[in-house]
């Protein structure tokens, strides 16, 4: 029997023993698991280090690397676990994080460039990024560019670090890049490579900092100026201003290697290497069938043509991007699955006289290599559509997925927002379609795609290659994307479109062939036929280009209801793209033929311009620890004392080796117990509704279910909540928004689970549903009492002494956390009534609790415990308790521990996020701008429980004058009852929302008096001793020196705003603009009582330390800084002090971690134990001076001294929300942004940052800066690109109440390339905090830098003033936060808008 005939009757001789290795260890796959994806395996094989951060291949937590042997050649690449088919790694090798390095052995270079340069906060991100980084290496001969890493990187995401310290860890290291250059070598005993200096000299590494040494001063220097003198201002550079001067250290992103630790890299001693067994291995066919499906891996293609006619349902699975996300998201199952990887006829590229023919099962990362060498070797007229496809490849998801998505999979999929297919139909490619039994036929791509997700394929075809043709001479072919986010994300509208010009008898240029496609504006990819005839056969002119405009708004409608929503932008887009095109065409003729001259004028050249992105840069200034002033010195010069320094040190986070190297444990890495049940929830599909039945006897026939649990089921109370029990745990009568819990299935798998809660049936009648603030605004829904009031001075009378009065509506969008571990909680039922519950959560006390109550037990009864957390940010402080509850109850009856951890899109849907404000406003001011009155409505969506909101509208409340001093105010507070899942804490707390607000209407008073905002924002400055709205007197106000140092960058604003107009002038398309703004945040929890602390300080006879404390470690780096208070408070290094979890029995009562309090709060309770373990040990310490502190210890001891102390804190002399000092202090800080806009699009770079934040002493500079550039980064996203979007009045094509933005594909955070190219960070230097004596003088450093991301908010809405200053639209107008590109671009309005849009219309959003 051949391999076509076995394979299609499922021959056995395929079934047998799939191999593959990992970590270099050979292993058996299992038989009969089609359906598991590989990250599944690996961690169950305890693998651990790789992450499910999503499940769909957006966030690349879960990257690993592959090696296969192919045609005598090794490869390796990055891919997502969560999306390979376990046995699509048959016969390769998997290299996880675990793989290249750990604590015994050493760690890999990359593991530990990572560490030391403080690229792991929460530590979730970080073995994906290291196994990016690892596999760009291992993939490479050459070491890889500044450019080629932050690629990519680009399918990573991290939503703690804001990725400069990353990137500065990857780069500059021709260490590494040596290193795997050799250790390519794989097998030849390639593991003993370079990994330092030694290594280096052998290899001709540049000295360690390479090209980055300034050549000015020979340090170290952002300026990448090479071998020219200093161009951009850097530390020792010209004109800088150098974060104040003097006693600064200065570090760049070119040299962070020595920034704490020791200065020799610890090191594995081999690399993985390649397995001899697999080179040269023939990999056999398989056939590997099992319950769920069988796996089958067809060698030729006629064997995969019978499996086809055999199984007509069979799916083939190239790189499973598609099929994996239709199973897991869209409940598909497919009996059979193939996979077409290792037949060599739909592997094969080839050139033939009039085309590339690409076979269907090539990888678009191989297609880039090939199109490269194509494009290179090839005359640029011949290589059009190459080029092209290569730019759009560029933005086509992340690296990831590009190493194993496959050509033929993005074709046949027929989605309509394919990046290629409008490229194909352009260029005129055909597709080459295979049958068993019947001769190939060919079918043009644009005629390919039938009707949504459609195409011209029967069940038994498969699509076997792609002809790509060469163009001509004159025949200029080009790509347009345009995505909410431009890196790893997919597109809102695309385009490929090709002209081909000719020179006509009478001189004129005309287009004899025309082909325009476009993606995103129809159930299919779409030619434009009106629009191509209006172009062809007329002169490249102006007047032509403007039929075009119109023919193209009749070949491209778009319902108003339609999927997708954005009707105006995206017939905008299609529509600038055009434009784009028609410009791109006439500057490439006029390049080639001078007879040609643009139709337009010269500005007009920028519609084609390309941005092409530098490699992003950082600088850090912050005060030096010790008394003597080091000046323009990086951290490497630090002499060795500094480095030691226990406080005021850059010292690493604690954990930061175990997370580089995957050890560290989250909640879900726990070592499953025995008897361990998994939960999966049943919930509510609709947003308010009766529940009319519920029926779960579906799901209990599933095999391995154990059985379903709802409020029936609870043994204590069914009301929860943190402030007051107004939520259901499990829904009973009435569900009020979709996710809400209505039981839990539980089961001896998670796939048991999964699949019973889906199978239980629900009947709802549905009621009116709330979704929006407007609605709940219009039907009166508020939380009534919840929402207070502040008044000072008199604003009814203030008006009449105003020069100016506006008014106006503000309006700014919710955030989802994204944190990159989504909720998990593991209950565990001990003896004699006992429960553990370990759990995800950022209040520990609030879980145990709230367990208690749900099981009628008393609290000491239930011990809540953690280790870290994968990020929190405000997220898992309150809506982390109904999970724990909800895997409370089944653990309860059931005596068994159950494990409940929630999916990405559950998550999202299901726990909240920031809230959505609305704000009304009537401000009055002077002739210069200075404000005298101001009256303030604010509204938040808060959602269908109360949660915290009634606290996060006084945070708002309290922060609605942002910076500035203002003597008669009233400011009132809403809250509205939605049918959103409740909205919580998050970063900032309410009080970025409310200075958002502010800084709108300041710019509204700067455009009404025609001033800079940035003076009009100085004019109103709080100064020493100002009072605030709310009667707080402030002491140590830094908000002028903060704006002084942010604005005193390059030359000074005046004039880099010169810079940015001369560009503008000559730049109609793509616009700069700068913008600064200040923050001042106060820090306190304004619910008094929530301002106490405990900790306890257990020092053993050897001299270690153990300290426990009521904070939560969630990588903002609590346990380093409260370790470091404990150990300068017993006078040991560093690493003599140990916390190893967080644990109600050991502090009880605590705070939830948040409120930016934490290390002022834990590190003062420390410092009160470490006081009375000192007292306790001063007669030792007396009676043997010069003793080391273990011989002090072990006298006390055997003296029986208690080396055990337990210490407290409590904020004084404040007052809480409602007196007149709810804060113990402000933190002050100011950003200034410059952002270049491309109008017609929307999209935008952020050019340079400039951020200067108060932190007091410093505890940690290195801690610090990443928590303020991490917030600065997420504050950006909040304001610029992150945009939840729900079923509501806005958007009614997405099912009413749900969340459509419920995952990485969808809901975008900014990714490494949207960082700033340029980021200066000065912590304030000489700012002691005169209230934080116990914690070395320092401040907090969470919420307050997260607003300063809104300067990016506002130098983008001073782009679009530029664009529409152009468009005759001067003026003020309202721009909605996020500045999503749909915003920008449609408030750049212009010809190309105006039939979609009037010039005042705003977009939709949900608020
Ligand atoms: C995180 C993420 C980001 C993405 N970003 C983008 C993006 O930026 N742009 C974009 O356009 N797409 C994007 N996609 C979509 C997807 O990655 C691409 O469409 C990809 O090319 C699909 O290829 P695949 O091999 O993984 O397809 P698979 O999932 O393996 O298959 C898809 C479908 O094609 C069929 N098929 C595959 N090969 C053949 C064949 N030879 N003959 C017949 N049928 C066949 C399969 O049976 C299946 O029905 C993204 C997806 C993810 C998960
Ligand atoms: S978990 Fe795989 S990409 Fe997110
Ligand atoms: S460190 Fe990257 S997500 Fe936390």
Redesign the pocket.
């Known amino acids: 029997m051949d391999e076509a005939t076995s394979s299609a009757a499922g021959d056995k001789r395929h079934a047998s023993d799939p191999i593959a290795y990992i970590n270099g260890k050979l292993h058996k796959l299992p038989l009969g698991r089609a359906e598991i994806t590989l990250l599944a395996y690996l961690r169950e094989l305890g693998l651990t280090g790789t992450k499910l951060g999503c499940g ?3 966030c690349g937590a879960c990257t690993v690397m592959v090696s296969s042997w192919e045609d005598g050649q090794l490869w390796h690449c990055s891919i ?1 676990a969560c ?1 390979a088919p376990l046995y699509s790694v048959e016969g390769m090798h998997v290299v996880t994080v675990e793989g290249i390095g750990n604590t015994r052995a050493g760690l890999h270079p990359v593991q530990e460039r990572l560490a030391r340069a403080h690229g792991s906060q929460c530590g979730f991100c970080t073995p994906g990024f290291v196994m990016s980084m690892y596999a760009l290496l291992r993939s490479r001969p050459q070491p890889p560019s500044e450019q080629d890493i932050e690629e990519n990187l680009a ?1 990573n995401l991290c939503r703690c670090t804001g990725y400069r310290p990353i990137l500065d860890a990857f780069k500059g290291a021709p260490c590494l890049a040596n290193r795997s250059a050799r250790g390519n070598a794989d097998g030849a005993g390639g593991g003993a490579a370079c990994v330092s200096g030694d290594g280096c000299k052998a290899g001709g590494c540049p000295p360690r900092g390479g090209n980055m040494v300034c050549p000015s001063t020979g340090l170290p220097c952002g300026c990448g100026a090479g071998t020219a003198p200093c161009t951009r201002p850097g530390p020792g550079g010209a004109g800088e201003a150098d974060g104040e001067g003097e006693a600064v250290v200065v570090s760049s992103s070119a040299d962070k290697l020595a920034m704490g630790g020791s200065a020799a890299y610890t090191r594995p001693s081999a690399e993985p290497i390649f397995p001899a067994a697999l080179r040269g291995r023939t990999p056999p066919p398989l056939c590997l069938p099992g319950p769920a499906a069988t796996w089958h891996r067809p060698t030729t293609l006629a064997a ?1 043509l019978a499996l ?1 006619r055999a199984h007509p349902e ?13 199973v897991k998201f869209k409940a598909a199952r497919y009996r059979h699955l ?1 996979a ?1 990887s290792h037949i060599p006829e ?1 592997n094969r590229m080839e050139v033939t006289d009039t085309a590339l023919v690409v ?3 090539v ?2 990362s191989r297609l880039q290599t090939r199109l490269r060498e194509l494009v290179a070797a090839g005359a640029p007229h011949e290589t059009g559509v190459f080029a092209a496809l290569l730019e759009q490849l560029r ?4 690296v ?3 190493n ?10 027929g ?1 309509p ?5 409008p490229l194909y139909m352009a260029a005129g490619s055909t597709f080459t ?1 295979a049958a068993e039994g019947a001769p190939d036929r060919k079918v043009a791509a644009a005629d390919f795609f039938l009707a949504y997700r459609r195409v011209a ?1 029967e069940l038994h ?4 290659a792609v002809s790509i043709p060469f163009t001509r001479r004159h025949e200029y072919v080009r790509e347009f ?1 345009q ?1 909410h986010r431009r890196d ?4 809102i509208v ?1 385009a490929g479109m090709r002209a081909r010009m000719r020179r006509t008898l009478a001189g004129d240029w005309k287009a004899d062939e025309v082909a325009l496609a476009f ?1 995103g504006v129809a159930p299919i990819t779409v030619m434009a036929p009106q629009a191509a005839a209006a172009l062809v056969g007329r002169p490249w002119v102006e007047e032509t280009l403007r039929a075009a405009v119109a023919a193209l708004a009749r070949d491209i409608v778009i319902a108003p209801d339609a999927p997708g929503g954005m009707v105006e932008y995206r017939r905008s887009l299609a529509a600038s793209f055009l434009f784009r095109f028609f410009v791109d065409v006439a500057l490439r003729l006029e390049a080639e033929e001078p007879s040609f001259k643009l139709p337009l004028p010269p500005s007009f050249a920028s519609a084609a311009a390309r941005f092409e992105r530098p490699p992003a840069r950082g600088l850090q200034y912050y005060a030096r620890a010790g008394q003597d002033a080091v000046v323009g010195a990086p951290h490497r010069h630090l002499a060795a004392d500094i480095q030691d320094a226990v406080v005021g040190a850059p010292h690493r986070h604690l954990a930061a080796d175990i997370q580089v190297t995957g050890e560290a444990m989250y909640t879900d890495d726990m070592p499953h117990v025995a008897g361990l049940l998994h939960a999966a929830l049943v919930k509510s599909a609709r947003p308010h509704a009766r529940i009319l039945s519920l029926d779960t006897s579906l799901a209990q026939q599933v095999p391995r279910v154990v059985g379903f649990f709802g409020a029936g089921d609870v043994p204590g109370s069914n009301m929860i909540g943190p402030v007051l029990h107004d939520e259901e745990l499990f829904a009973t009568r009435q569900v009020t928004c979709v996710g809400q819990m209505l039981g839990v299935v539980v089961a001896e798998s998670e796939a048991a689970a999964r699949d019973g809660a889906a199978l239980v049936a629900v009947t709802y009648a549905d009621l009116p549903a709330i979704m929006s603030i407007d609605d709940a605004v219009a039907a009166g829904s508020f939380y009534e009492g919840q929402g207070h009031t502040i008044e000072c001075g008199n604003v009814d009378d203030a008006w009449a002494g105003c020069a100016h009065v506006i008014d106006g509506t503000a309006r700014v969008g919710g955030q989802e956390h994204f944190y990159l571990e989504p909720n998990c909680s593991l209950v565990v039922p001990g003896e004699a009534g006992e429960v553990t519950v370990i759990s995800s959560t950022q209040g520990p006390a609030k879980n145990q609790n709230m367990v208690a109550h749900v099981l009628g037990l008393p609290a000491h009864k239930v011990f809540c415990k953690i280790k870290r957390l994968g990020g929190g940010f405000g997220g898992k402080e309150t809506r982390s308790v109904p999970i724990s509850c909800a895997a409370a109850v089944p653990a309860w009856h059931l005596r068994r521990p159950v494990r409940l951890a929630l999916d990405r899109d559950e998550d999202m849907q299901t726990t909240g996020h920031r809230h959505a404000f609305m704000a009304t406003y009537k401000v009055g001011f002077t002739a210069e701008g200075k404000v005298l009155a101001l009256q303030l409505d604010m509204y938040s969506n808060a959602g269908n429980s109360l949660d915290l909101s009634t606290s996060i509208m006084d945070r708002a409340l309290v922060h609605c004058d942002c910076a500035y001093k203002i003597t008669n105010v009233r400011v009132v507070g809403h809250v509205c009852r939605t049918n959103q899942a409740s909205n919580t804490a998050f970063r900032g707390f309410g009080g970025p929302q409310a200075m958002i607000v502010a800084e709108m209407w300041v710019d509204q008073i700067a455009r009404t008096l025609g001033r800079p905002p940035e003076a009009v924002r100085e004019l109103n400055f709080y100064r020493e001793g100002d009072s605030t709205h709310f009667g707080q007197v402030l002491e140590g106000c830094q908000v002028q020196r903060c704006w002084d140092l942010a604005l005193r960058s390059a030359g000074g604003l005046a004039q880099r705003r010169a810079a940015a107009a001369a560009f503008n002038a000559g730049s109609r398309f793509r616009k700069r603009g700068l913008a600064a703004v200040p923050t001042k945040f106060g820090i306190s929890f304004t619910t008094k009582f929530l301002n106490q602390a405990g900790a306890l300080v257990h020092i053993y006879t050897d001299g270690t330390v153990l300290l426990t404390h009521g904070g939560v470690e969630m990588g903002q780096g609590l346990h380093t800084k409260v370790a470091q208070v404990a150990a300068a408070a017993l006078g040991l290094p560093l690493d003599a002090v140990y916390i190893a979890e967080t644990a109600t029995d050991k502090v009880p009562n605590a705070s939830p971690t948040a409120a930016s309090a934490s290390s002022d709060m834990y590190g003062a309770a420390v410092a009160d134990a470490c006081r009375q373990l000192n007292e306790r040990l001063e007669p030792f310490r007396a009676r043997l001076p010069g003793t080391a502190f273990k011989e002090i210890v072990s006298a006390a001891y055997l003296e029986r001294v208690d080396l055990s102390a337990h210490g407290f804190y409590a904020t004084p002399n404040i007052t809480g929300f409602g007196g007149a000092k709810p804060f113990n202090y402000f933190c002050y800080g100011a950003a200034l942004s410059e952002v270049e806009l491309d109008t017609l699009t929307g999209d935008w770079h952020l050019l340079r940052t400039d951020l200067a934040m108060d932190v007091g002493d410093s505890l940690n500079p290195a801690i610090d800066i990443g928590q303020v550039e991490g917030g600065f980064v997420q504050g950006m996203g909040w304001c610029c690109l992150e945009e939840l979007v729900w079923g509501d009045a806005a958007h009614p094509w997405v099912a009413p109440g749900t969340l459509h933005t419920r995952g ?2 969808t809901y975008k955070i900014p990714t490494v390339n949207d960082i700033p190219l340029d980021l200066r960070v000065t912590l304030l230097r000489d700012a002691p905090c005169a209230k934080t004596p116990l914690v070395h003088s320092s401040k907090a450093v969470g919420e307050p830098p997260l607003f300063l991301g809104a300067s990016v908010f506002f130098a983008l809405k001073e782009a679009v003033y530029a664009a529409r200053a152009e468009a005759s639209l001067p003026g003020w107008f309202r721009m909605d936060a996020p500045a999503t590109p749909e915003r920008l671009r449609m408030a750049c309005a212009d010809e190309l808008t105006a039939p979609f849009a009037s010039s005042a219309a705003s977009c939709k959003g949900s608020f």
């Not at 069979?314 to 239709?326: D, F, P, S």
């Not at 933005?395 to 992340?398: L, Q, V």
């Open positions: 769909e291949g957006g997502n999306l399918g995969l086809k069979l799916r083939i699975v190239g790189g499973n991007t598609e099929v994996g996300i239709e193939a077409p739909l076979g269907a099962a990888t678009l933005y086509f998801a992340g990831q997925i590009r194993v998505a496959t050509i033929g999979g993005n074709i046949v999929t989605s927002i394919s990046d290629i297919n379609i394929l075809e498969v699509l076997s994307k995505a790893d994300d997919i597109a695309n993606g990485p594909g």
